[in-house]
Structure formats: structure tokens, C-alpha cells
């Protein structure tokens, strides 16, 4: 190779070590831009709600750190553990019928060819660009009426709003199976249930890993749609965090510190734990039909 085009190659290589060292900075401050707000809630979680207001970005010191005080008054204040367990209850099974009957439409829109499944697809599609403050208020409304004003109703309304991703995923993962695997599994005997849950559910696992995460994220730290349709003594974890809130405009700054700590905690966790599946599953769902 000529003196010149070592020359180059050098100066190639010094550009993208300088880009690289810029692009790292810039991830690095958008980090910890994103973090920010976490580090502030659980510094001032330890501190008297005296001194949030005063003093939001010091840390705790020998004048205003509390200890466990706020975590032990936000629970009893709240009655947050059995708030937990309506939020767990609910937040596992929306996640399980979405994966299960999104997955299982999913797989038919992609392998029934007509206008009727094209429509449908489409109607699923639609169904993720609709805000949902279109439809709040003639939804909890029918909620009522057919009284599904419990738990066990909030499971099916989540259904309901979580099926237009999910059956978008799950299609584009779908139409990546070879059609030759499930019709050899019903040469071998298979019906179509059996094909589902032995062929075609278990080659899905990756984007159905993708679904749980995002609308576990969802479920679990929702708001709206629960105070919409339960009652404030069954509530989830966001609505009785909510009764911190006084009289007057009255917050207990302290107790509600702690308790969003608590209530994020476990969802970071989860997604910490799972988080290498999101990518994975989205480009898998995301391929060429």
C-alpha cells in the first residue's frame, strides 16, 4: 500500500475514534438525563418532606435524612401491599391473554388469506393510532353496564387496548415462520390447536418475550384507565399513591417519595431483566412478509 493511502487509512481512523468519543458523550448526557428524575425521587425519599421542597437537589444529611420513616408512614397511609397484589393480579394476567389470544389471532390473519383477515389486520392496526382520551369517557361508561367495574373486567378492557401492537408484532414474526413446518406437523397428525401451542407458539417466544415486557411497563404504572373503572378502596398502586394527596392542595412529599420508589422499583427490575429480548423481538417482528 502507497504512503498516501496509509495516510488516508489513518485519518479514516482517527475520524471515527473522534466520532466515537462524541457519540459516547452525547449517550452518556442523555443517560444520565433519563436517570435524573429516578436518582431525585430516591434521594428524596430519605429526607424529611420539610426539607424536599426547600432543598429538592441536596442530598440527606445529618439535618434531614429520615431513614425508613417515610416508607413505613407512605405504607400505612396507603395500604400499599394490598394495592400490590390488585396491581400484580392484574398487571400478570392482561399480559398473559394478550400474549395468548393476540398471538393466536396473529396467526390466523397471517395464514388465512381473504378480505375478511386483511380488514382485520388493518382495524388491529388502526386500533394503536387511536388516543385513548377519544374513547375514555363511552368506554368506562359500557364498562358499568356490563359490569366490569373489578379486576377481572380491567383484564379484558387491557385486552382490548393492548391487542393492535401486539397482533402487529406477532404477524410480522409470523410471516417469517416457513408455512412447510406447520403443514409437516399436520402430515404427522397435528390439529390446528395442537400445530399452535407445539409448532408455532414456541418459534414465537422472542416476540411474545417483546410484548410482555412493553405492556407489563404499560400495566403495571397506568393510571387513567383504573381510577376509570375501579373503585379508590380496590385500587392499583398509582391510585392509592394518589391519596397521599390532602385537603387544600396538601402533599405529603416524603411518604409519596418513597412509595413511587417502591412502586418502580419492581418494573425496573423486570425490564433490567428482560431487556435484551426488546430489540431481539422487535426486528423479529418487524420482518418483510
Excluded at 382520551?133 to 382490548?160: C, E, H, I, P, R
Excluded at 392509592?240 to 418513597?258: C, H, P, R, T, W
Amino acid at each position: 500500500m502507497s504512503r498516501k493511502g496509509r495516510n488516508f487509512e489513518t485519518q479514516q481512523m482517527e475520524v471515527g475514534k473522534t466520532t466515537g468519543a462524541i457519540l459516547t458523550a452525547v449517550l452518556a448526557v442523555l443517560s444520565l438525563t433519563f436517570l435524573f428524575p429516578i436518582i431525585l425521587v430516591l434521594m428524596n425519599s430519605f429526607k424529611s418532606k420539610l426539607f424536599i421542597s426547600d432543598a429538592p437537589f441536596q442530598l440527606p444529611k445529618a439535618g434531614t435524612y429520615v431513614g425508613l420513616t417515610n416508607y413505613v408512614e407512605g405504607i400505612r397511609k396507603t395500604g400499599l401491599f394490598p394495592a400490590f397484589g390488585r396491581s400484580l393480579f392484574i398487571t400478570v394476567a392482561s399480559v398473559a391473554v394478550i400474549i395468548l389470544f393476540t398471538s393466536m389471532t396473529a396467526w390466523f390473519l397471517t395464514r388465512v388469506k381473504s378480505v375478511f383477515t386483511n380488514i382485520l389486520y388493518y382495524v388491529f392496526v388502526f386500533a394503536m393510532i387511536v388516543p385513548f382520551q377519544m374513547v375514555m369517557f363511552t368506554m368506562s361508561k359500557t364498562a358499568n353496564d356490563l359490569y366490569l367495574n373489578s379486576m377481572y373486567g380491567l383484564v379484558l378492557l387491557y385486552l382490548g387496548f393492548g391487542a393492535g401492537q401486539a397482533v402487529f408484532l406477532f404477524c410480522g414474526f409470523v410471516k417469517a415462520i416457513p408455512l412447510e413446518i406447520e403443514e409437516a406437523a399436520m402430515i404427522d397428525g397435528c390439529s390446528p390447536v395442537q400445530t399452535y401451542f407445539h409448532v408455532v407458539f414456541p418459534m414465537l417466544r422472542p416476540t411474545a418475550v417483546t410484548v410482555a415486557i412493553l405492556n407489563a411497563m404499560w400495566i403495571w404504572n397506568d393510571y387513567l384507565l383504573p381510577s376509570l373503572i375501579l373503585p379508590q378502596e380496590k385500587g392499583t398502586i398509582p391510585m392509592v399513591i394518589q391519596n397521599l394527596k390532602g385537603g387544600y392542595g396538601s402533599i405529603d412529599m416524603g411518604a409519596m417519595m418513597a412509595m413511587l420508589v417502591l412502586a418502580i422499583f419492581p418494573i425496573i427490575v423486570f425490564y433490567l431483566s428482560c431487556q435484551k429480548y426488546i430489540i431481539k423481538g422487535v426486528a423479529a417482528g418487524a420482518v418483510k412478509g
